[in-house]
């Protein structure tokens, strides 16, 4: 498996580094951190829009898409290994599986309110600003 999982490790890596970027982007054009303020920008950054989404369903571990591969991967790796106890197997697992059922709701949720959400208009930007920030350190 040396080649095939560092290939693997290296697609995760990509995708979440490309994640990372368009969220700055986004940041960087709309100068707002919350998703409540943001919306509807499906259609004046269709081309964010479109890298967004499809990164965003690469990293949702759909079939097809290589986050699934690394997730059956893990799954079989758990399951075949000799080290853990069957009560440990489980317990890997059945968080393994919590955290594949709550990122499709998060990532869907949050691509639904960015890009296709309602835009409030005259809201504060309650954000923290850099001087809050090192003083809360």
Do not use: H
Request: aromatic content about 14%; glycine content about 8%; some cysteine.
């Amino acid at each position: 498996m040396g080649a095939y999982g560092l290939v693997r490790i290296n697609m995760e890596l990509f995708i979440g580094a490309a994640l990372f970027f368009l969220a700055g982007t986004g940041y960087d054009r709309l100068r707002l951190l919350y998703l409540e303020q943001m919306g509807g920008m499906a259609i004046p950054m269709p081309k964010i829009f479109t890298v967004f989404s499809i990164l965003s369903m690469a990293s949702l571990a759909l079939p097809g898409m290589s986050g699934f591969v690394a997730e059956l991967m893990i799954f079989f790796g758990i399951l075949t290994s000799q080290k853990y106890l069957l009560m440990t197997k489980i317990l890997i697992i059945f968080l393994n599986t919590i955290g594949i059922i709550l990122t499709p709701i998060y990532s869907l949720s949050m691509l639904r309110q960015m890009f296709y959400g309602y835009k409030l208009f005259n809201t504060p930007n309650s954000y923290c600003s850099n001087d809050s920030i090192f003083l809360s350190l």
